[in-house]
């Protein structure tokens, strides 16, 4: 099979973009420390370009890796944690980075969990949005581009673990 790919937002679209949400959380921050919590693999990029637009100057980064899955279970019964918080985010401003929120289950049972770790303050900021695929009704507080349905690759993106290098999003076909 032959795969295809269309540059969907270009290397200078993301730069415009990262450089205006960043403004956006140092403006809505001014001088409180912060601590980025990456969602892996996907938000690894986007996490990295983003904090080195920030004004701030105290900024932690910390790292998870989930996976999620459909089911009747409440709460955080359904996030699979593979890689959690090193720190504790008690009394602290996070903000999650995550590159995509599809079906927006993980983002639903992330955040569940997050806010059960007493944060004073707990943003999303997501790269891509594709809200015509929502199945849990959640929205991200900064959201980089609204795209439509179509499965994206690249900055951090991947298809069965490739194309997460591309500087560009791109949407990938197969023929
Ligand atoms: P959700 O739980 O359905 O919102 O999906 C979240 C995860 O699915 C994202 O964090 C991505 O890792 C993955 N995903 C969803 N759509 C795409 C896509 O178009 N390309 C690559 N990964 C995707
Ligand atoms: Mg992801």
Redesign the pocket.
């Known amino acids: 099979m032959k795969e295809e790919i269309e540059i969907l937002i270009s290397e200078d679209e993301l730069n415009k973009k990262i450089e205006d949400l960043a403004n956006q959380i140092s403006e809505s921050f001014k001088d409180k420390d912060l601590t980025l919590i990456c969602?892996l693999k996907?938000?690894i990029m986007f996490m990295v370009d983003i904090a080195k637009k920030l004004k701030q100057k105290n900024i932690q980064f910390e790292f998870m890796d989930v996976s999620?899955y459909c089911g009747t279970t409440e709460s955080t019964g359904n996030l699979t944690i593979h890689k959690d918080l090193e720190c504790s985010l008690e009394n602290k401003h996070a903000i999650l980075i995550?590159?995509?929120?599809?079906?927006?289950?993980?983002?639903?049972y992330l955040k569940k969990y997050l806010e059960s770790k007493n944060p004073a303050s707990l943003k999303v900021c997501t790269l891509?949005d594709?809200p015509s695929?929502?199945?849990?009704k959640i929205e991200a507080d900064y959201v980089g581009f609204t795209i439509p349905d179509?499965?994206?690759?690249g900055y951090g993106?991947?298809?069965e673990q490739r194309y997460r290098n591309l500087p560009y999003i791109g949407v990938?076909t197969l023929k």
């Open positions: 969602v996907g938000g999620s995550e590159d995509i929120v599809d079906s927006g289950r993980t983002l639903s891509l594709k695929r929502r199945i849990v179509k499965f994206v690759i993106l991947d298809y990938l």
